[in-house]
């Protein structure tokens, strides 16, 4: 990596840092153990679809990466802090009225031309919450100095924008712009970084302008009330992500002889992920708030050292609001029930098995086998990807008694 490529990924991590850092959360409002009748942050999530940026929505040299999804729930769970330090985060982002939002970068380290920009869209519990978080005081921040402009943009139902200047732990001294402004019950922002004394205004303003042309012309808001009830508050999903957590699994250790898989990725699982991405988003909502009553899930990635070249194994774990639910996953987990084989042993309450060869795509010649056991409201999967001779019944039978193994160890055994 170059000096040049390193110090803009340094830019854009700040860049990141000044956009998410200042105010409010997210999720929906919490009143006791009721919930009102703002959308949950699954269905709103809907209307942020609208607002994916492309190439072709922003001035040349900008490559819009994809959209990211985060929750109350999810970004207390993701602190790197002790669990109380995470619920008072949650208690702000819901106090604040965040309900969902989605983040963009807008730039690659090392484009020509233009600075690293990242787009945050957020949903509020109405629109006195969104003006709060567009306009807040900025005269106290500590991690960077923050200057309002004396010519405004004229964006939304109201916009202001700051010219900012920071040093950062890497000692490089970076500058830049952020502009917030509001529609309703949204709230959208846009920073820019570059290193300081290179800051180009008019470049700034422009981008902001290109991403209020996207906005304006998708023309959708948020519904005033929800049309799914959700089966949990965000206060009840980050339980069950911290429940979910104690299962999760640092390695495989080699079965069989095999080579030990290494956890190479990980992260949570809310269903405002699978609506974000779904191209039926109704449809998806329904299936994981009021089929399955998905309160949250976990993802873990295997590999061996060979890398993405050698085997997969891969671990999922989803918390449901009972048995039924847990049930009802299997299914909308894997549709396709005609590769279904006989388990290669049975636990929990109900085994299911599934396994097909791959015969397109990068994985042609593969065979993938997937197996997914219940415990009450705890629906555990497992897939595997890799060769026949490797999948064996033994092989597959030591990975899955190794799961079994750490959910019996987990917080999440005598739910019911």
């Known amino acids: 990596m170059t000096g040049r490529s390193a110090l803009r990924l340094r830019l854009l991590a700040f860049a990141l840092l000044l956009a998410a850092a200042l105010l409010p959360g997210h999720a929906t409002v919490v009143r006791g153990d009721a919930i009102t009748t703002v959308p949950s942050a699954e269905e709103a999530v809907i209307t942020l679809k609208s607002f994916v940026l492309t190439a072709a929505d922003l001035p040349p040299g900008y490559s819009p990466a994809p959209a990211r999804v985060d929750t109350p729930s999810i970004d207390a769970l993701l602190l790197d802090k002790p669990v109380n330090v995470q619920r008072n985060n949650l208690d702000g982002l819901v106090r604040d009225g965040q309900v969902v939002w989605t983040s963009q970068g807008l730039a690659p380290a090392g484009s020509p031309g233009v600075p690293e920009a990242i787009f945050f869209a957020y949903v509020m519990t109405d629109a006195a919450r969104a003006r709060a978080r567009t306009l807040p005081d900025l005269s106290a921040a500590t991690t960077a100095r923050y200057d309002l402009l004396p010519d405004q943009l004229s964006l939304g139902d109201v916009s202001r924008s700051w010219h900012y200047a920071a040093t950062p732990a890497s000692g490089d001294s970076i500058g830049g712009y952020l502009t917030r402004w509001q529609h309703g019950s949204l709230s959208f922002s846009v920073s820019t970084a570059w290193p300081y004394g290179q800051e180009k205004l008019p470049d700034a303003a422009a981008l902001a302008q290109a991403v209020e042309r996207k906005?304006?012309?998708?023309?959708?808001?948020?519904?005033?009330?929800?049309?799914?009830?959700?089966?949990?508050?965000?206060?009840?999903?980050?339980?069950?992500?911290?429940?979910?957590?104690?299962?999760?699994?640092?390695?495989?250790?080699?079965?069989?002889?095999?080579?030990?898989?290494?956890?190479?990725?990980?992260?949570?699982?809310?269903?405002?992920?699978?609506?974000?991405?779904?191209?039926?988003?109704?449809?998806?909502?329904?299936?994981?708030?009021?089929?399955?009553?998905?309160?949250?899930?976990?993802?873990?990635?295997?590999?061996?050292?060979?890398?993405?070249?050698?085997?997969?194994?891969?671990?999922?774990?989803?918390?449901?609001?009972?048995?039924?639910?847990?049930?009802?996953?299997?299914?909308?987990?894997?549709?396709?029930?005609?590769?279904?084989?006989?388990?290669?042993?049975?636990?929990?309450?109900?085994?299911?098995?599934?396994?097909?060869?791959?015969?397109?795509?990068?994985?042609?010649?593969?065979?993938?086998?997937?197996?997914?056991?219940?415990?009450?409201?705890?629906?555990?999967?497992?897939?595997?990807?890799?060769?026949?001779?490797?999948?064996?019944?033994?092989?597959?039978?030591?990975?899955?008694?190794?799961?079994?193994?750490?959910?019996?160890?987990?917080?999440?055994?005598?739910?019911?």
């Open 215 to 416: 906005i304006a012309a998708a023309g959708v808001a948020v519904p005033e009330s929800g049309t799914v009830a959700p089966p949990a508050t965000e206060a009840a999903r980050f339980n069950a992500g911290a429940a979910l957590r104690t299962l999760a699994l640092d390695g495989v250790p080699g079965i069989n002889g095999a080579p030990d898989f290494r956890n190479t990725a990980s992260g949570f699982l809310h269903p405002a992920g699978f609506v974000f991405t779904s191209r039926n988003p109704q449809t998806t909502l329904a299936q994981y708030d009021t089929r399955m009553q998905l309160l949250m899930g976990i993802d873990q990635v295997f590999y061996t050292p060979a890398g993405t070249a050698g085997p997969r194994l891969r671990l999922f774990a989803f918390l449901t609001a009972g048995s039924d639910g847990a049930l009802a996953g299997i299914a909308i987990q894997h549709p396709m029930a005609d590769d279904e084989i006989a388990p290669p042993l049975a636990v929990g309450d109900t085994t299911v098995a599934y396994r097909q060869t791959l015969t397109t795509g990068a994985s042609a010649g593969m065979d993938f086998v997937d197996v997914y056991w219940v415990h009450g409201p705890t629906l555990l999967n497992v897939d595997l990807l890799g060769p026949a001779d490797l999948l064996t019944n033994d092989f597959i039978t030591g990975f899955i008694n190794q799961v079994e193994a750490a959910y019996q160890a987990s917080a999440l055994t005598g739910r019911r």
